[in-house]
């Protein structure tokens, strides 16, 4: 009953500017960890000498520490 209340009103929750803020934000976080896989990765044909950013961390994947 609450609800139809708040539509015949106008009131709004603020639920669907929560939830497109955790997509925007997931999304700009898998752009910037695939990114950083990417370039840590095998280089494609044409790449391999080619120099990595250096705002890219080198991860060693033979490192016996992990």
Do not use: H
Request: charge should be negative; glycine fraction near 6%; aromatic fraction near 12%.
């Amino acid at each position: 009953m609450s609800l139809l209340l708040q539509v015949a009103t106008g009131e709004a929750s603020s639920f669907p500017w929560a939830f497109t803020a955790v997509y925007v934000v997931g999304f700009i976080a898998a752009v910037t960890i695939g990114s950083v896989a990417w370039y840590n990765s095998k280089r494609p044909p044409g790449w391999e000498d080619k120099q990595r950013p250096e705002i890219v961390p080198d991860v060693n994947a033979d490192d016996p520490k992990v």
